[in-house]
Structures are given as C-alpha cells and as structure tokens.
C-alpha cells in the first residue's frame, strides 16, 4: 500500500522547496538571517501540517531541528516550549479524562442529565446536547464525542426497536441527536481553557507573545456565556426548524433506566474520580480565594497525581502507568511545535515585521478586518486540523493587531473560537467524523445543517470578542 497520496507526495516536497525558496530569495535587507530562517521553519512545517505529508505530531518536531541547526533559535529556548505550563495544563486534563472514561462515570452523568430532563423527543435531544457540552468543557472534543456516541445511538435503538418513532420522523430524529453530539462537543469546548486545543494555544502564546496571562476562570467568564447562547441557538435550530419531530405518540423510550441499572450502584471508583474532577475544576475556577499562589497547569497535574495514589477496591489505583498508553502525546507535540514557532516569531521580532507588512490594513476598521479573519479561519477549519490552524494564525493575528493599533488578544481569541467552530464536513472535527461514522447521516445533512451553523458561528464569535471579551480580559 502507497503511504503517499499525490496530496501528500506534494506536500512533502513543497515543504522543504518552500523553506530553500524564502531562505535564498528573499533579501537580508529585507529580513535579517533570524527572522528569516523562522519564517521559513514555519512554512515548511505549516506545509506538512496541511498536507498531513508525514503525521502531524512528527511534523511538529521540525522546529527543534531547524531551528538551531540555522541559527534561528538557539537549541533551549526551542525545546523550552515543548515543556510549556499549557502543555502540563492539558496533560493533566487528559489524565483526568482517561479515569473518567476508564470507571464508566460519562456514561452515568449523561445517563442522569437525561433523566433528569426527560424523555420526549425534544428533550431528548436537548439532555443529550448537554451531556454532551458538559463533558466537552473539561474533556477534549474528540474523546467527548467518542464517549457520547453510544449513548446516541442506544437511543436511537431503543426509538426504532420500541417503534416509538417510524420513518420520516425517525430519520429526523436521529439526525438531529447525532448532529447534536457532533456540535455541543465543538461548542461545549469553547468555554474553558481546556476543553478546546486552540483556547490553550491562545493562552500559551498570549503569554509568550503579548506577556498577558489568561487565566482559567477569566476564559470562563468569557467562554461560558458564549457557549450556552451557542448551544441554544443549537437546539432550536436542530429541534425546531431542521429536524423537526412531533413528541412520542404515547410511548416513552426505556433505555435510561434500563442502562442505569445494568451500570449498577455507583463505584468507588467513580466517587473517588468524580471527587477529584470536582476538586480540579473548583480549584481552577476558585484559586483567587486561597491564601497561596497555584497556577492551573499546577492545579491539573495535582489533579492527575491524585489518581495515581488513590487506590480501588479491585486490588489497583484508580489510574496505572498503563492506562497512560492512551494519552494523546502527539497532540501534546503539535502543542509544542506550535509554541516552539511562537517563541521564534517573539524572540527575532518576525512579528514586528510582519505587522510592518500588514500596514496596508491601517485603514480599515478593526471590526471589519475581526469579521474576514473570524470568515476565513471558520472555513479553513473545514478542511484543515484547528490545533494546525490555530498555531499558524495566532502568532500572525499579534502582528495585525499591532498593524491595525488594536489589542492583539482580540484577533488573537477570535482566531481560537474560530478555529473550533467547524461543522459542515465530516473531515472538519472528530467529533463530525465520529457522527458520520454511525452511518445514520448522509453528507449533505451535515453540509446544509453546518453551513448555517457556521454563519451563527461567524455572528457569534464577532459579537462575543467585540463587546464581551474587552470587559472580561482586562
């Protein structure tokens, strides 16, 4: 089997060509040899991120060779980033995911919320929505969506099996609850620094940039209210004008309490796991009262640490070395060769000359210029990785925020919402290819419903990083 599409057969040797072609031809009067030999590193290891000509983590270790090895930046300050506090602060959400996933507790928190919702078709949807972006804050999209797809699909069977809904409605209601899974896992992420990849990009590289802080609960208070405005806007689109369905016709679907049952009394296990989420998260949100200094990278790995000491009643910890094997830390690279290229960009001052560049937009408005960008970054999403979109536009939006004599951070935030806001095509995010995979939805359901989405998207990220941000971010 050929491992090289003629995509990434391309991609591959577009990459270095592009790194030779900006180091050569363009002038040292123009760019000296630092800035120079950064802006070529990013090139090439934005080519093969595009591409995807070599997988992304392996590309992402680009920087901590050419950068030194060209004299573009010195060997510790490259391989620093790879150890980033924001690194650690998704390392430990991770963990605590892991455990989370390993002791069945997502299942019994959506299962619950259901529940206490209620079991007509719409608030099926709305409860699995919720369960859905509850998860998402504090678990990375992916695995969220990984997690409540089963539930999604239990309802779906038990709708069909029970003949509750038959044909046309069916259809639409299925569409509507995988369709739900799919987005709420995209939108739940935006409210927290760790529920979505390119949030901590934007914080880790506000703080190796702009020299700005962002701290969790300051995202929160910016976040959340943009997530749950989103998620409504979600449910009534979803439940009221696309996929409308009329309420079970005298026949409530049984599966909440069938799947309670079967997961029996809560475990110790769960207990433990859930105490040490919530002990995570309160302190996240909470550290200002403390009488001392700890920092949220800090306040995860302590999270994460926890588990492995707390022992199980099944003659183990709640969490073993092995159970790290499912750590995504190809992710954590891509993190730290974004961060890597940041601190090139800071260091030679390629974001000064960048902004020099971006001149030519002095003239335009700062809202018109958050509108194009918010455009462009959404739609480039769909068919690119948005941790490989974000690490490419954020340290650029620093520059036209200082072309445009504007805050950076709002550029710099309006990329990230973007960036996570992709929903028309199955290759966008995990969790719409997750969906897609059931085999429940046809393309242009999720290109019709999506398209819409993503102009809500567009209004709302502009909206938010306008008026709200500003009063939150001080």
Not at 15 to 24: A, K, N, V, Y
Not at 117 to 141: D, F, H, K, P, Y
Request: net charge neutral; proline share 5%.
């Amino acid at each position: 089997m050929n491992v090289y599409t003629p995509t990434k057969l391309t991609g591959l040797l577009l990459g270095p060509i592009s790194f030779l072609l900006i180091f050569m031809l363009m002038p040292e009067a123009e760019l000296a040899h630092a800035p120079r030999i950064v802006l070529a590193v990013t090139a090439w290891t934005a080519i093969w991120w595009i591409t995807e000509a070599v997988p992304i983590p392996a590309a992402s270790l680009l920087p901590i060779i050419l950068l030194p090895t060209f004299d573009g930046l010195d060997v510790e300050t490259t391989a620093k980033a790879y150890g980033d506090p924001i690194v650690f602060m998704y390392m430990g959400g991770f963990i605590i995911a892991i455990a989370i996933e390993k002791w069945n507790l997502h299942k019994r928190i959506a299962l619950h919320i259901l529940k206490l919702i209620g079991t007509e078709s719409q608030r099926i949807v709305l409860g699995v929505m919720l369960s859905t972006a509850c998860l998402s804050m504090w678990i990375s999209n992916a695995a969220t969506a990984l997690m409540m797809l089963p539930v999604a699909l239990a309802v779906i069977k038990e709708v069909e099996e029970k003949h509750v809904l038959t044909g046309e409605s069916l259809q639409k209601f299925s569409k509507s609850i995988l369709l739900a899974v799919a987005y709420a896992a995209s939108i739940g992420g935006l409210a927290t620094l760790v529920g979505s990849v390119p949030n901590a990009v934007f914080a880790a590289m506000s703080r190796k940039l702009l020299h700005h802080e962002i701290l969790f609960f300051e995202w929160f208070l910016f976040g959340f209210p943009v997530a749950i405005v989103f998620l409504l806007i979600l449910y009534i689109y979803l439940t009221k004008i696309k996929f409308k369905v009329n309420d079970f016709a005298g026949k409530k679907p049984e599966f909440i309490n069938h799947d309670l049952k079967k997961l029996g009394a809560t475990t110790n296990e769960e207990k433990w796991v859930f105490s040490v989420f919530l002990l995570t998260a309160c302190l996240w949100m909470f550290k200002f009262l403390l009488p001392f200094h700890i920092s949220d990278p800090s306040i995860a790995i302590l999270g994460a640490v926890l588990l492995f000491i707390i022992p199980s009643t099944k003659d183990e910890r709640i969490l073993n070395w092995k159970d790290l094997e499912r750590l995504p830390w190809g992710l954590l690279l891509l993190f730290g060769g974004g961060l890597s290229l940041a601190s090139g960009f800071s260091e030679t001052n390629l974001t000064g000359w960048i902004a020099g560049k971006l001149q030519l937009l002095e003239g335009n408005r700062y809202l018109f210029v958050l509108i194009v960008l918010t455009a462009a970054i959404l739609f480039m999403t769909e068919i690119m990785s948005n941790t490989a979109v974000a690490n490419m536009v954020i340290p650029m939006s620093v520059g036209l925020g200082t072309a445009l004599h504007v805050e950076p951070s709002g550029l710099m935030a309006a990329a990230a919402l973007a960036s996570s806001c992709a929903f028309m095509l199955p290759i966008s995010t995990p969790p719409n290819a997750a969906v897609f995979s059931a085999q429940l939805l046809e393309m242009k359901d999720m290109i019709r419903a999506g398209f819409w989405l993503n102009i809500t998207g567009i209004f709302m990220i502009v909206t938010s990083v306008y008026l709200w941000l500003p009063a939150v971010l001080q």
